[in-house]
């Protein structure tokens, strides 16, 4: 058995075809970059924005790779790299701008088959796990959503984040302690 034929279905279809390797690579991984990112910035509007910078920058930087590259490739850990240099960039420019207007919000659409009560719990849940997120120091956000909600191993949450193992750890320690303190004084 050749080497291609191990790897897994994401790297064999990227090394076959760049455009239909990238259409395996996006419907493997988009709900799990839109749910990161959804985490990390706490806004249906801004996730929709930083999965699709995150989806561009990783196509444009396939094109460039080598094929060894592309066969050593980690494709979840690579797209949470990239999704998190997004999301730090985005933070940073944002942090220069004054905020918008909260009247210019899109209202979410409504599935018309969802019972009213799993709708509002569901609601009112993701926007109150949303809102504690966004109370954490960005540092340990990141890591308990890549834990947490990515479910990420701490060696490739480390990888992501460019920081050591210990760390990733004392992060994720910290930032679910201040999340539960956080949630009782509610």
């Known amino acids: 058995m050749s080497e291609i034929d191990c790897l897994d279905p994401v790297r064999k279809a990227l090394l076959d075809d760049l455009d239909e390797g990238f259409a395996e690579l996006y419907g493997t991984y988009r709900g799990l970059v839109f749910s990161t990112a959804l985490r990390l910035s706490g806004r249906w509007a801004d996730a929709e924005d930083l999965t699709a910078e995150a989806f561009l920058r990783a196509y444009r930087a396939l094109a460039g790779y080598e094929r060894d590259r592309v066969a050593e490739l980690q494709p979840r850990a ?51 796990l949303a809102e504690l997120l966004g109370l954490l120091p960005a540092e340990q956000r990141a890591a308990v959503v890549l834990r947490h909600v990515v479910d990420l191993p701490v060696a490739e949450i480390a990888t992501v984040l460019k920081i050591p193992q210990g760390t990733v750890k004392s992060h994720v320690s910290r930032g679910l302690r201040r999340l539960r303190a956080l949630g009782g004084a509610r």
Request: net charge negative; hydrophobic share 35%.
């Open 78 to 128: 690579w797209l949470m790299t990239i999704l998190m240099n997004v999301w730090r960039n985005c933070a940073r420019t944002k942090s220069r701008k004054p905020p918008p207007d909260l009247r210019d919000e899109p209202i979410e659409a409504v599935d018309p088959n969802e019972d009213v009560e799993a709708a509002a719990v569901r609601r009112e849940t993701g926007d109150e």
